[in-house]
């Protein structure tokens, strides 16, 4: 089963997205849960500039294990806002949780858009008792609108699967283009499952698989002060209840990864002005984290980014990446593979001009595989990330984000 | 008096460029004092990934503190080339040890240009004896065009200077427009005096003055592997001989300082493709080291050097540029201001429509300064950087460095 669907729907939840201002693009959206016994949790940015919704987000989070509703704006940030900001989210929270009748520390609340901007509290009180009008099961893509901003193409996947003989869904809606590195929880993204789950392993389960798929990415190496992903269960399978690590939750686990996995390389696919989308492989590092800085390194070099939008075959930018990752790995060691073909083994070029014809040609494609073998342990990760275009240049120096 | 000068002269030292294939751009060079006990010391890259050249050269560093000659060549970088590629540069040591009749310890050796691409030897073979034909006090900018790769200006500063009451001149030279990032070495330099200096304080002086100017750049992050910076002194002006940190040698890194800040200035001002020229000052933050991580955060923001490309005033990225370096100061307390106007204080932005309009306008000259108060030490550190333009995206995807 493809992971990558037109919309999503996933029992027991509804989706309502709506523009503010009545007219142009939906921005301000909400998905609840129709259980009353939803749990939920959540990974936040590790940005030290944290958004006023974050900080409200976390607060409830340790209030209450049950979230029945995560309520989303696009346009303004509300991120370095001050005490009025944070007073801003906390109404939006009380408003949505008031119409909805739940209790405020069941809801979970982010923003998207410009930092530094306040919300516009005006249109956004106006717009939330409008809410629940158009909420139902198959909305998924108004909420989806609702919390784009320069994203060109809706995120979404949605998987289903049977757990103790029940059918399970999972699905997951996200947003991001720009701002996008793989050291933090991630852009904004919101994952909804019916399968009964205890909030300690439900969070456990995200914070595991994110680690290896929304924060294995990097557009441009910039890291939102927003990025929150949460995760609501609303036990509505009816399966045995997952409560801790048996083989029920590795059925779980594997699932997620799946979605978040699509979601993530959705969200590469989807990087501001990308031609290119590429795979950083990296195996035999000395540790996970070195083979992760390394990887990094290559994902946010502008040299080694400028050069893939170019189809520019000058893999001595990547050899150049990688030390200057520092990790103190041999690199006298390292074999470098692009497309398949050898370009660099034990420190020195693999020279074969006719081969280099080749490997140019391969660069054409959109689909780019580097793999680096450090040759000095057991150690590796895989990093999605994309090229440097003319029109990633173009985009920010006109939008304002 | 001007430290910025249309050629470089310093008693005792001579130089030549040439092409090596008769025609085109001059593509080796060479420095070198006419005085046999010039004492030479050199600060190199800190990438993983060292160069053939700077292995080479850090080796002669130890063998010996006498150093007459800097040869360069560029177009190809002699980095991740393996053995045959120090042997080499080693080679290339000895033909201008030999054509000069000087000790192969006694010079320093530099390359740039593209990565992995061995030294084309038979052309260096045949120029390196062609060099000391035209080899003059007057023929800096045949040694500076020799050196030069996408650099579209000659980068040189020159100062003179009473010491002892002695005459004595500093002069540097430089290439540099990519791959160029703070934490390290940096590009290629050469600085060249007639001071009489020991070996220990020229070293000395060099690391000292190095870390508030060449490295205290950043066009795009990148480090190169090639990155060096050779300091001569021939003791022709006949000073007082500098041996120990008396005031003489503050007076001689007074005017090293205001040397490398003009090279390091004109580096950034060439940076690929620039169109701003951005002072970042960091005042009053816990430590130096943090400050500086958050200088470099900003500098090497994509979002950030976007914007400013885009002459748009989106200060939020600032912040979310000083949130990312995650140094753990308290971001609450910061005050930013952007050509001499505060648009954030204390956690949040300063509102004014107007102002706003009034900063907007000042973001469309070249040069733009940005202040960040962090008002929670007495740490600071000033970079300058660059902002990110569609020109730095073509250099970038057609040129092979």
Redesign the interface.
Known sequence: MSVREKSISVPGFVFSGLSMTGAGKRNLGVVYSLVKDTVGAAVFT?????AAPVIVSRKNLELSPVKRAVLINSGD?N???????IDDAQRCVKEIAGVLKLDPAHCFVGSTG?????LNMKLILKGIPKLPDTAAAANSNDFIEAIMTTDTRKKLASTVFTLSGKKVTIAAVAKGA??I?PD?ATMLSVILTDAAISQEMLKTALTETIEDTLNCISV??????NDSAFILANGKAGNEKITKKNSLYQAFKKQLHKILESIAKQIVNDGEGVTKFITLDIKNAATREKAKKVAVSIA????VK??F??E?F????I???????????D??LITVSINGYVV?K????V?DPKTADVIAKTLKKRNIDVKIDFAQGKAGVTVWTCD???D???I???Y??
């Open positions: 590790q940005n030290d500039v944290v940030a991120a370095f806002t001050g005490k009025p900001g410009v930092i530094g901007s306040r720009g701002m590195m933090m441009d190496g910039d890291t939102s002060t946010n070099s502008p040299l400028t050069a939008f170019g520019n000058n893999w001595g930018r050899l150049m990446a990688i030390g200057k990752a520092r990790t103190g790995m690199c006298q660099a034990k420190g020195a070029p020279a440097f275009s003319l990633y240049v173009k920010n120096a006109n304002i984000s």
